[in-house]
Each structure stands twice: as C-alpha cells, then as structure tokens.
C-alpha cells in the first residue's frame, strides 16, 4: 500500500487526504497547527463540508488516516499550505510563499530518491520550481531521481468531495516522467479528465481562473452600483441580459471574499504590474462594492435613526464569503459588519454556519428580526430564504427573496 503524506490539512488537505485514504492509501496528514491535530484524534472535525466528517472519522478509525505535526517517509508528497498576500494594504499586494517554501524545507529531510511531489496551493508561477531546488540541494539528487508537478485546485468550497472526485485536473510536471507518475496517482480517485502541461502553465492555469471569476463578479458589482443610481433592479436586469444567448452576467454581492479569488488575482499582477491593469480593475472594483455597501449602510441607519429619534440597532444576516459556507476568510461581509460595530452601531449578526465568533453577538435570525430597527441582508444563506422581515427597513444586497 503505497504512504502518501498531505502537508497542510485545512479545506483543501483535510478533503483530499480523506479522499486518498478511502482510495488505498496510507495517509499521514499534516499541520503546523496542533489544534487541528488534537481535534483530528479526538476523532472530531473542524470543517463544515457535505460528507467530510463521515469520511474522515471512518479513515481515522481504520486507521488509514493517521495526523501529525511532523512530515514522514512517504511515496508521495502534496503540499496544500496557504499562500496569502505579504503586504495586504499595498496597492500591489505581494504573494508570501513562505509557507510552501517551508513545507518543502520539510518535505527535504525525509525525501527519498522516486518520491513524487505536488504541489496544489495556488501559487505565483515558478513556484513548483522553486520547491524543486529546496529539495533537491538537500537531498543530493537530480530532477530525474525526485519527480516534481504541480496540480491546482479548483474545488467550490460546500461541494469540495464531490468535486475533487469529478473535476477535471492540470497536471505540470518538472519532467516528462514527473507529469505521468502523478497522472497515474491523481487517476487513482479522479473520475475527471486529466490534462499535462508543463509546470509553469499549470501554476498560471489556476491563476487565470480565479482572475477571470474576480472580473465577471467586478462586472456584475459594477452594474449593482450603477443600477442604484438609477433606482434599476439589478437582478432584474441581469435576469433580462441574461436572455441573450451568449450572455451570462453573475450576481452582484458585497464584495469578493475567501482565500482565493480575493488574493489570487494579485499574483499575476504583482508578476506584470503593467501589462495586467484589467485584472487590478477588478480587484478594485470588487473592493469598492464593500466599502460602497458600508457606506449604504450607514447612511439608511442614520436617517432612521433621526426619523425615530433613538439609538437603533442594526441586523446583519450572513458573515461568511459566500452562501451555506463557514469559511470566514477575506470575507466582505464580515469586514462590513465589524466595521459599523466600530463605527459605533448596535449591530446583532447571525450566521447559521458557525457556532460562535470572539467578535460578534451572534443571534438565531428570529430574535434579529424581532430586535433590530434595520435588517441587512449580506449572504444569501439559503436558511434565510423567504425570512419574514416584518415590514422592517431591509437592505438586500445579495438578491435573497424575502417574505415582508
Ligand atoms: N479552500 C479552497 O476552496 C481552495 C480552492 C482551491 C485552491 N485553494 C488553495 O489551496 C491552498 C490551501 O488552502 P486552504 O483553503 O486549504 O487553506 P487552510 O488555511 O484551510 O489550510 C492550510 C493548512 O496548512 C497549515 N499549514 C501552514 N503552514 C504549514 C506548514 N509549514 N506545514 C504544515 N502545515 C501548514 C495551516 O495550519 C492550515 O491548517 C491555498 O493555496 C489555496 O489558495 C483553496
């Protein structure tokens, strides 16, 4: 039974070491994270995913899922660590690869000569590259000795089991023989077909991806604030361009989150500032859209606050990046909501897809309806589909049908 070890168990390395797992192979999961680690033993799960928690505990008591702090001897190596910006408030954000860098710093002491090693984080291009040479100055090889691919991800996060079964992949290898040895091994549970390139391709493969999502939903935002002006239903409007054949226009929200197409575009721009203005347009213009919703925010509580001379309180529905999620990460709906509690509203938020945050007073919907003056609506979360508003003061912005 061949041993395959997943650097990096978050909602990518969580999934796939399962997955692995339940397809014949030795997994060692690992994290820097001793938490997740300690979770993972108590036979527990930290991620909210469709079938996760099932496939996981089951592995885990078979024991063909085994987790750890430390990296060991393995046939095969995938790196799923994070790769966030370096400088977020830049106006050129820069990729930090830190992570990945270190993850192969480990890979580099337990590497053995006809290993294979993958790496899957989104990464700036030359970054397979570069993981190469870490490990092959440690250990004394050759590029023909040690196979090296990279092979991105593009699961839709609350679906990720399914689709990392049934997506189509890219694999880039270093080599020839690099591209058909992790072939072989991504063919073992992906029922989708598998496409060879070579490895800076693949690497900017996953970049154009996400970029050309962030630009369709900057489209979609763009016409959501322009629409306003004119007082035009946008999703109505959209509903009706949308009748064209070979139009498709996505729906507008309160901005982009998650860890990828918020950050991802900036690897290709950071990579050719001059020649990639389309792609830093639409970061900003997605940026905007959630600074543009605060703004619409704050303004309505203030006019009704002045209509009915009191403090008032603010209720704002959803808090992940996208809907039925719990993933929190660069999310706008989160940023809007802890940004008018610092601007000194009384905010209650719910958000059905976590337990309790640190920061929030999180509260079931029917209690937020009840107690707030002015209900904003920021994440279509299908449990606040149809939500009776009470003919309060609502401001939609994620296009839910609400009952009044
Ligand atoms: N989440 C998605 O939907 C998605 C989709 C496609 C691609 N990706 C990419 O996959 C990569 C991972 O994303 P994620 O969402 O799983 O991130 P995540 O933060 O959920 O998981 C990453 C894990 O790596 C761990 N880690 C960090 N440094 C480490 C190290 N040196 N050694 C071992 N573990 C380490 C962290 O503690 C964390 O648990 C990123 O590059 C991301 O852009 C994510």
Known sequence: MKKCCVIGIGYIGLPTAAILANNGFKVLGVDVDLDKINILKRGEVYIKEKNLEDLVKKQLLLGNLKVSNKVSKSDVFIITVPTPLAERDSTLPKPNIDYILDAALQISKVIEKGNLVILESTSPIGSTKKIAEIILKQASCSINEIHFAYCPERVLPGDTLKELISNDRVIGGLTKLASKKSKSFYQ???????????????????????????????????????????????????????????????????????????????????????????????????????????????????SIKEKIKREITIGCFGLSFKPNIDDLRESPALKITKELISKGFNVLSCEPNIKSHPDFDLRASNVIVEKSDLLVFLVAHSEFRNMNTFKKEVINVCGLKLDS
């Not at 992906?190 to 489209?219: P, Q, V, W």
């Not at 139009?247 to 860890?259: E, F, M, R, T, W």
């Open 188 to 302: 073992t549970f992906c029922k989708g077909e598998i496409h060879i390139t070579d490895a800076k391709t693949a690497e900017m493969s996953k970049l154009s991806e996400n970029a050309f999502r962030d630009i369709n939903i900057a489209y979609a935002n763009e016409l959501s604030m322009f629409c306003q002006k004119y007082s035009i239903d946008v999703y109505e409007l959209i509903n009706l361009t949308n009748k064209h054949p070979r139009v498709n226009i996505l729906s507008p929200g309160c901005g982009v989150g998650g860890h990828c197409i918020a950050i991802d575009p900036w690897f290709i721009a950071y990579a050719d500032p001059s020649n990639t203005n389309l792609i830093k347009t639409a970061r900003q213009v997605n940026n905007k859209k959630t600074s543009w919703i605060l703004k619409l925010v704050e303004n309505r509580a203030l």
